[in-house]
């Protein structure tokens, strides 16, 4: 796949399959997630976030296992129970313990392809990039542990200012933050300056 055709690609599996993925459990996790809080409906039951909450904890190895358990069997209880948006929970929670991506399908006729795709080009870059010590001053750390810790992804453009400001010349970096989106929480960018990626 060239830059030019992942630019424009709008099949996520096919994005899927050019990165190897697999490699990446704790990504391909937070994918999921991000895919679910696209499609699940605001007025889900606080059930909802709260499965997602712990399924990003477990990605991150905040939340152990017994955690991610406890929060599957409450959402197998719901449906159970018949409420409607658990279905992709229950796929969402078993594929953040394999690390699986059966979600990105599960979800799919509610968010679409194209919005999946810019997920991932969120949370995957589409080449390798690192990043030089010198860029993580303490405003560019604050500014993306306040995009991570608070979903809120206005200061992204400033993130890319305080990184060029310290000396940040890579045009990956720098274009991703003054793009259009999508931006969520689990952004490349930002795993990169807090040290996730």
């Given at each position: 796949m060239t830059e030019k055709e992942w630019a424009t690609c709008r099949s996520p599996w096919r994005m899927l399959d050019y990165h190897r993925m697999k490699k990446h459990p704790r990504r391909l996790r937070l994918l999921a997630?991000?895919?679910?809080?696209?499609?699940?409906?605001?007025?889900?039951?606080?059930?909802?976030?709260?499965?997602?909450?712990?399924v990003e904890r477990y990605a991150d190895g905040t939340a152990t296992r017994s955690e991610l358990l406890t929060a599957r069997k409450a959402v197998r209880a719901a449906v159970r129970d018949k409420l409607p948006v658990a279905r992709a929970l229950?796929?969402?929670?078993?594929?953040?313990?394999?690390?699986?991506?059966?979600?990105?399908?599960?979800?799919?006729?509610?968010?679409?392809?194209a919005a999946q795709c810019g997920l991932i080009r969120c949370i995957f870059p589409f080449?390798?990039?690192?990043?030089?010590?010198?860029?993580?001053?303490?405003?560019?750390?604050?500014?993306?542990?306040?995009?991570?810790?608070?979903?809120?992804?206005?200061?992204?453009?400033?993130?890319?200012d305080?990184?060029?400001?310290?000396?940040?010349?890579?045009?990956?970096?720098?274009?991703?933050?003054?793009?259009p989106g999508p931006h969520v929480r689990e952004c490349w960018v930002v795993d990169l300056v807090l040290g996730k990626g």
């Amino acid at each position: 796949m060239t830059e030019k055709e992942w630019a424009t690609c709008r099949s996520p599996w096919r994005m899927l399959d050019y990165h190897r993925m697999k490699k990446h459990p704790r990504r391909l996790r937070l994918l999921a997630v991000a895919c679910a809080r696209r499609a699940i409906p605001t007025d889900a039951p606080p059930l909802t976030g709260d499965a997602l909450d712990v399924v990003e904890r477990y990605a991150d190895g905040t939340a152990t296992r017994s955690e991610l358990l406890t929060a599957r069997k409450a959402v197998r209880a719901a449906v159970r129970d018949k409420l409607p948006v658990a279905r992709a929970l229950t796929n969402l929670t078993d594929d953040a313990m394999e690390g699986m991506t059966v979600t990105i399908d599960t979800v799919r006729g509610r968010s679409g392809g194209a919005a999946q795709c810019g997920l991932i080009r969120c949370i995957f870059p589409f080449r390798h990039v690192t990043v030089d010590p010198v860029w993580l001053t303490s405003t560019g750390v604050a500014l993306a542990r306040q995009v991570y810790d608070t979903r809120d992804f206005s200061p992204i453009p400033i993130l890319a200012d305080a990184l060029q400001d310290a000396g940040c010349d890579n045009a990956d970096i720098l274009a991703h933050c003054r793009g259009p989106g999508p931006h969520v929480r689990e952004c490349w960018v930002v795993d990169l300056v807090l040290g996730k990626g």
